[in-house]
T-cell receptor, first 115, second 114 residues
Framework: KAGVTQTPRYLIKTRGQQVTLSCSPI?????VSWYQQTPGQGLQFLFE???????NKGNFPGRFSGRQFSNSRSEMNVSTLELGDSALYLC??????????????FGPGTRLTVL | AQSVTQLDSQVPVFEEAPVELRCNYS??????LFWYVQYPNQGLQLLLK??????LVKGINGFEAEFNKSQTSFHLRKPSVHISDTAEYFC????????????FGGGTRVLVKP
């Protein structure tokens, strides 16, 4: 079974631009979560989607948004990019989302550099 | 809200020596506990997890961790490391009733020396 796929793997943008990152979960998985990883702040939860609905959200400004499609693929968008948005963006998928434990599988990430 | 503290940012260790990575957490509710490993330019891989039951948890690649509720700790150990264990290790928690949201510690970089 193929793992979690993230595209693109590397991206360079300039301040003020917007960017869209894509995540394809493992086949059959319906929950997708996004994380930002930076040297200063570490790994921080952005949001989680399940069945096309945002289920949980971290403490990020409104410039960060996401969505999930009917095939469970997810995209996240960052508008008006700032230098501090340079980070590795990780996506994780799991079968479902709920009160029971569901193992999450992480993709390789998208490395975003903002100049 | 929960928080996770990894007490060592870097741990140098010689090959075939034991290693212990320390993790403490705080939470007002019941949590699940995890250790993940990240190799350079890769995503996170689950090493082991504590959900309930036995406090000693065994994971992949010879790692194990012990959950100590009174000390709110979840330390990771390996009796004999290999060069290939050079990586960054993350301790994480999730609230039992909060779905898949993970809160991570700051990470511990392990450098295994020959």
């Amino acid at each position: 079974k193929a793992g979690v796929t993230q595209t693109p793997r590397y991206l360079i943008k300039t301040r003020g631009q917007q960017v869209t990152l894509s995540c394809s979960p493992i086949s059959g998985h319906r929950s997708v979560s996004w994380y930002q990883q930076t040297p200063g702040q570490g790994l921080q939860f952005l949001f989680e989607y399940f069945s096309e609905t945002q289920r949980n959200k971290g403490n990020f400004p409104g410039r960060f948004s996401g969505r999930q499609f009917s095939n469970s693929r997810s995209e996240m968008n960052v508008s008006t990019l700032e230098l501090g948005d340079s980070a590795l963006y990780l996506c994780a998928s799991s079968l479902v989302a709920g009160v029971q434990y569901n193992e999450q599988f992480f993709g390789p990430g998208t490395r975003l550099t903002v100049l | 809200a929960q928080s996770v503290t990894q007490l060592d940012s870097q741990v140098p260790v010689f090959e075939e020596a034991p290693v212990e990575l320390r993790c403490n957490y705080s939470s007002s509710v019941s949590v699940y506990l995890f250790w993940y490993v990240q190799y350079p330019n890769q995503g996170l891989q689950l090493l082991l997890k504590y959900l309930s039951g036995s406090t000693l948890v065994k994971g992949i690649n010879g790692f194990e961790a012990e959950f100590n509720k009174s000390q709110t700790s979840f330390h990771l150990r390996k009796p004999s490391v290999h060069i290939s264990d050079t990586a960054e290790y993350f301790c994480a928690v999730s609230e039992r009733a909060a779905g898949n949201k993970l809160t991570f510690g700051g990470g511990t970089r392990v450098l295994v020396k020959p």
